[in-house]
């Protein structure tokens, strides 16, 4: 996981050793380094970025100047030699908020931070992007189908069933291109079989129950099946 981070500071030592404990850390990608705000913002203005380390007292333009012009998006560690500033500065919901000089132990737990924010955006933009249904083409039209109606998918030659909680579909594809398009709630449990995991009712040994139909579990997809299922 690389975040793309810039350093918005006026003070030459400050930009320098900041700059150089960020470019010692594997997650940490410099885009650019400046010297006030207005360069800062037109910066911002063509390019994404994850993170700003961001001074608080600068001429002209303050870093609080800045979060007031600042679009949704990037996290903000903001970075002083006054800690008078702290309780403005969670006000504007920054990650972390960090003394001059900045050590190497303080460094690494506002890095932390930033890496689990960041980690748990991505997981939700994911999810937010993640399809949550299927459209099958049956009598000359496309029905949906959202996941959670799903129950298992059976091969039967040149077609699969979709068998659903009211109704069977026969659609013409392969198991290989569903297996592609279905989300992360399913699972190929057999060569001829692909289960909804949230819609198993039982397992013993070499099957389970879905929908009231006994399904075979190969032995090659069990150890899958029993790793994605919240055991006891």
Not at 11 to 21: G, P, V, Y
Not at 155 to 170: A, F, L, P, S
Not at 199 to 212: F, G, Q, R, T, Y
Request: with cysteine.
């Amino acid at each position: 996981m690389i975040v793309k981070c810039i350093i918005v500071d006026d003070e030459i030592m400050s930009r320098k050793s900041l700059q150089r404990l960020c470019e010692q850390h594997e997650s940490l990608e410099v885009m650019t380094v400046c010297e006030n705000v207005p360069d800062a913002l037109a910066f911002l203005a063509e390019h994404d970025v994850d993170l700003i380390w961001l001074d608080v007292e600068m001429p002209g333009m303050t870093g609080f100047d800045l979060l007031e012009q600042l679009p949704t998006g990037p996290q903000v560690i903001m970075t002083t030699s006054q800690t008078e500033y702290a309780f403005t500065a969670f006000q504007y919901q920054v990650t972390d908020y960090l003394k001059k000089p900045v050590t190497l132990p303080r460094f690494k737990l506002a890095v932390e931070k930033v890496l689990d924010v960041h980690t748990r955006m991505k997981a939700r933009q994911s999810d937010k992007n993640t399809p949550k249904d299927i459209y099958v083409k049956t009598d000359g039209r496309y029905i949906r189908l959202p996941y959670e109606t799903i129950s298992f998918i059976e091969n039967t030659g040149d077609y699969v069933k979709i068998v659903t909680q009211n109704q069977t579909y026969v659609v013409y594809t392969t198991m290989k291109s569903l297996e592609e398009k279905l989300g992360a709630t399913f699972l190929r449990v057999h060569r001829s079989f692909i289960v909804n995991l949230d819609k198993i009712v039982d397992i013993e040994e070499s099957n389970l129950v879905v929908a009231n139909k006994v399904i075979p579990v190969s032995r090659a997809n069990k150890v899958e099946l029993m790793n994605r299922l919240n055991l006891l």
